[in-house]
């Protein structure tokens, strides 16, 4: 059983960053591929980041590629996800969740939201124009 706890959500100006966190109980953190997601009001949820518990590769949804970097740190078992140039397009509710994957972890393993086993609660991201 994993727990996720996101932190570091808020209200910033178009352009501005933020730093989201994810604090995850449990001892085999390391065996676990993390993954960012966000869902906007009547939106379906959407891929943003992961980072692959077998290498550290790291994977990002085109419309990221370059503002958000994801990272994970074992020994604080938290993963993060930094937000650079943030628009208001990028206004969600930003989950955090954690999937065992074993054999070959591609993008489109890593971006389908039943593959991964644990959930946070979410953090709310508000990006004012």
């Known amino acids: 059983q994993v727990q996720l706890v996101e932190s570091g959500g808020g209200l910033v100006q178009a352009g501005g960053s933020l730093r989201l966190s994810c604090a995850a109980s449990?001892?085999?953190?390391?065996?676990?591929?993390m993954g960012w997601f966000r869902q906007a009001p009547g939106k379906e949820r959407e891929f943003v980041a992961a980072?692959?518990?077998?290498?550290?590769?790291?994977f990002y949804a085109d419309s990221m590629k370059g503002r958000f970097t994801i990272s994970r740190d074992n020994a604080k078992n938290t993963v993060y996800l930094q937000m650079n140039n943030l628009k208001p397009e990028d206004t969600a509710v930003y989950l955090c969740?954690?999937?065992?994957?074993?054999?070959?972890?591609?993008?489109?393993?890593?971006?389908?939201?039943?593959?991964?086993?644990?959930w946070g609660q979410g953090t709310q991201v508000t990006v004012s124009s």
């Open positions: 449990g001892r085999t953190f390391t065996t676990y591929t």
């Open positions: 980072n692959s518990w077998r290498d550290s590769d790291t």
């Open positions: 969740a954690a999937a065992l994957l074993v054999g070959i972890i591609t993008p489109e393993t890593v971006s389908q939201t039943a593959n991964y086993h644990y």
